[in-house]
């Protein structure tokens, strides 16, 4: 699987736009790029995944660029809830595929 | 909305001592992964599994590791002879099989402390 780059850390102020960018410049085009969050010790949860277009869900933008060696996770409205670290992952599509974590963004919200 | 349930929520044990950590997965997925994460460190891969086998095993999942779907619902995750290094959360994982993307979804974890 492709290695992405994150930032250590950042924040944002409550109710403000949460952008958090990711490199992932080796990524091959068979793999998608894929958010998770873990907040404290708890099981990591899936965001978002995207391919080649951008994406949106209920909890989040996804911005992948043309070339696709770069992506952001955008929390529209961040809440004090939204404190975690942010994982981006590559992954080759397919059923069984793991999921290789790094050490991720860790995002503070402030109020 | 459906969860991934994991017992026990805490597990104590000594060294030496086999433990079994459970894990309910998500009802119609079909795709089941273990993984651990050391106090402070990454979340790291163990094993997946699917139809019954082991799909693929990090180096972590040596023999004192084995995974069981013992019934429609369970899937167990036993360490035979635990160490001290054993200590981590372990979270289960499942997917489904009809998304293209199979995402992943995890249980809230097993804290296992090794004395």
């Known amino acids: 699987d492709a290695k992405t780059t994150q930032p250590t850390s950042m924040d944002c102020a409550e109710g403000r736009a949460a952008n958090l960018p990711c490199n992932h410049s080796?990524?091959?085009?068979?793999?998608?790029v894929y958010w998770y969050r873990q907040i404290h010790s708890q099981g990591p949860q899936y965001i978002i995944h995207?391919?080649?277009n951008n994406e949106t869900n209920e909890m989040a933008s996804l911005i992948i660029t043309e070339d696709r060696k770069s992506s952001t996770l955008i929390l529209p409205h961040a809440t004090l809830r939204d404190t975690a670290v942010y994982y981006c992952?590559?992954?080759?599509?397919?059923?069984?595929?793991?999921?290789?974590f790094g050490k991720g963004i860790t995002l503070s919200v402030r109020p | 909305e459906p969860e991934v349930t994991q017992t026990p929520s805490h597990q104590v044990t000594q060294m030496g001592q086999e433990v079994i950590l459970r894990c309910v997965p998500i009802?119609?997925?079909?795709?089941f992964y273990w993984y651990r994460q050391i106090l402070g460190q990454k979340v790291e891969f163990l094993v997946s599994?699917?139809?019954?086998?082991?799909?693929?095993k990090s180096e972590i999942f040596d023999d004192q590791f084995s995974v069981e779907r013992p019934d429609g619902s369970n899937f167990t995750l036993k360490i035979r002879s635990t160490k001290l290094e054993d200590s981590a959360m372990y979270f289960c994982?499942?997917?489904?099989?009809?998304?293209?993307?199979?995402?992943?979804?995890f249980g809230p974890g097993t804290r296992l402390t090794v004395t």
């Open positions: 994982a499942s997917s489904p099989q009809a998304k293209s993307s199979y995402e992943q979804y």
């Open positions: 080796t990524i091959s085009g068979n793999e998608y």
């Open positions: 995207g391919l080649k």
């Open positions: 992952i590559v992954r080759v599509a397919g059923a069984n595929s793991k999921l290789t």
């Open positions: 009802s119609n997925h079909l795709y």
């Open positions: 599994f699917y139809n019954n086998e082991i799909s693929e």
